[in-house]
């Protein structure tokens, strides 16, 4: 194994891990936007108004996009056994 080789292991596990948590991500920034447009409309600040709706819609992306999560991250550990079982 070189650098060339430990060099791609990184840069695609670093790729799975944006596929795989882009989703969960994307559905918090734009529920703490709408959240957040909501406060600065009612002048209510309540900072722990936030938490609740995010968690919830995090874990309902998740559930639902977890084939999706699961198939990346399925395909990343197989190319990772296929390249130490065929010596890189």
Not at 1 to 27: C, F, H, K, Y
């Amino acid at each position: 194994m070189n650098e060339r080789d430990a060099l791609d292991i990184v840069q695609q596990a670093i790729w799975t891990i944006i596929v795989a948590s882009g989703p969960a991500v994307a559905a918090a920034m734009v529920v703490g936007v709408a959240i957040a447009l909501l406060q600065a409309l009612t002048q209510v600040q309540e900072m722990t108004l936030t938490f609740i709706p995010k968690i919830v819609v995090i874990l309902l992306v998740v559930a639902v996009s977890g084939t999706f999560i699961g198939a990346h991250m399925y395909a990343f550990t197989e190319l990772l056994y296929s390249r130490i079982e065929h010596g890189f």
